[in-house]
């Protein structure tokens, strides 16, 4: 996707660093001139036709078209810009978080320096998930930012929690296919993403029953002596993704949402379990029902899985034959 604009230049300089500012937060680069790029897709496409509508605000003119190529830049050079300009971004995160990194090579601190240092790794995670929305094309620094995050949330949580994880039992998924289980009503976030791992990864056609007491036969999750409930510090989610020896890195990462939202201890600094948090208790308020609750958190489950683990390498054109421009003047 190709956009291009004018403003008058006898016009306020405001306009100018707003489109400018919001050029950055889209992603797009400078290809030539007034000519900037994104990737052919459709949040991209929003974006630029938004963006139009802005500079018509200001009396000015927007060119928003697709193309195939640009004579004189081939696809790899403007692939090589988009890594270059993301891989700025995250060398200007890095820099602010080694500065956290002195501060935890320190001694414990008080309890109001550790809040700040989990306020400001919650910060970090939230700057690096907005650098990867717009991270296009897998640019170098983004996995080692990723994995100096990690390595950061662990020395921060080790100051919380104990270092040592708590021994869980392995088992075979093929043992747990055409079980019945169950688990208690009013199912929150632990079960909710519980029952999306049994129906996902261990039996699609499991049945699953809301109840305070089990039937005999039945796996019980998450209840009082339940096979798979809270052990240590881990939430039922965990046990279960160390129970099965899941490695997938989005359900890691998910079992860190989970966490946090159900223990909330401060171990992990998830951008998105306040969000995630905030709808599971809106539909808590709302009585809806127990299947209803089921439902609703197996598709928000599958979304937030389908996002972590999305394909991040994308074309710059997807391939079809769709040059046809939109032009939007101002009046």
Not at 75 to 87: G, H, N, S, V
Request: with cysteine.
């Amino acid at each position: 996707m190709v956009f291009s604009y004018s403003l008058p230049s006898k016009g306020r300089s405001s306009p100018r660093v707003a489109i400018w500012r919001r050029l950055r937060r889209l992603g797009a680069v400078q290809a030539r001139g007034r000519v900037y790029v994104l990737p052919d897709r459709e949040e991209c496409v929003e974006g630029f036709q938004w963006l139009a509508k802005e500079v018509q605000e200001a009396a000015g003119d927007a060119l928003v078209m697709r193309v195939q190529q640009f004579e004189g830049v081939a696809d790899p050079e403007l692939i090589e810009m988009f890594r270059q300009a993301r891989d700025e971004d995250y060398r200007e995160l890095r820099s602010e978080m080694e500065r956290l990194a002195g501060v935890l090579t320190r001694s414990k601190g008080t309890a109001a320096e550790r809040q700040e240092l989990g306020d400001q790794l919650v910060r970090f995670r939230r700057r690096h998930a907005e650098v990867a929305r717009i991270d296009f094309f897998d640019a170098p620094e983004g996995s080692r930012i990723s994995a100096r995050l990690d390595a950061l949330e662990k020395a921060s949580s080790s100051r919380i929690l104990p270092a040592r994880l708590p021994e869980v039992p392995r088992q075979r998924i093929e043992a747990y296919r055409r079980k019945r289980w169950v688990t208690r009503p009013r199912p929150h976030v632990d079960r909710l993403a519980c029952i999306w791992l049994i129906r996902r990864f261990i039996d699609p056609r499991a049945k699953i029953r809301f109840a305070s007491t089990p039937e005999p036969g039945e796996v019980m999750f998450d209840m009082d002596q339940s096979e798979f409930g809270h052990r240590g510090n881990f939430c039922t989610f965990e046990t279960m993704i160390r129970t099965f020896a899941f490695k997938d890195p989005a359900l890691r990462t998910i079992a860190e949402i989970v966490h946090e939202i159900d223990l909330r201890d401060g171990r992990y600094a998830r951008p998105e379990a306040a969000g995630l948090d905030t709808i599971l208790d809106g539909w808590l308020r709302t009585g809806l029902s127990d299947r209803e609750l089921e439902s609703r958190g197996v598709t928000i489950f599958e979304g937030l899985y389908a996002a972590l683990r999305r394909p991040r390498s994308i074309s710059i054109a997807n391939g079809q034959d769709r040059s046809a421009g939109r032009r939007t003047r101002g009046h």
